[in-house]
Nanobody, 118 residues
Framework: QMRLVESGGGLVQAGGSLLLSCAAS????????MAWYRQVPGKEREFVAT????????FYADSVKGRSTISRDNAKNMLYLQMKNLKPEDTATYYC???????????WGQGTQVTVSS
């Protein structure tokens, strides 16, 4: 089992910034590709950003590209998502995801709510 606990969400005005964090435990963090997803009630969960195990490659959804930075600290078992210039359409519950490519193991956190007011 791998436990993922997100934090850092909250209410912010449009144009503001937030730093989301995800604390991982239970499995070797560094063997997992990590990602952030988000979901709005009534809609499917959508990809936001991902970062490879070594932290050397990151990919972003077009909707957040240029405004968000995903990073990880393998020594601290932490994943981050720095979001800037937030827009009301960024309002969602943000989920941390871990995926181990070799075994196809996958785990999700419980989510953290981000609300951006206009």
């Amino acid at each position: 089992q791998m436990r993922l606990v997100e934090s850092g969400g909250g209410l912010v005005q449009a144009g503001g910034s937030l730093l989301l964090s995800c604390a991982a435990s239970g499995r070797t963090f560094s063997i997992h590709d990590m990602a952030w997803y988000r979901q709005v009630p009534g809609k499917e969960r959508e990809f936001v950003a991902t970062i490879r195990r070594g932290g050397d490659n990151a990919f972003y959804a077009d909707s957040v590209k240029g405004r968000s930075t995903i990073s990880r600290d393998n020594a601290k078992n932490m994943l981050y998502l720095q979001m800037k210039n937030l827009k009301p359409e960024d309002t969602a519950t943000y989920y941390c995801n871990a995926h181990a490519p070799v075994t196809d193991f996958q785990s999700w956190g419980q989510g953290t709510q981000v609300t951006v007011s206009s």
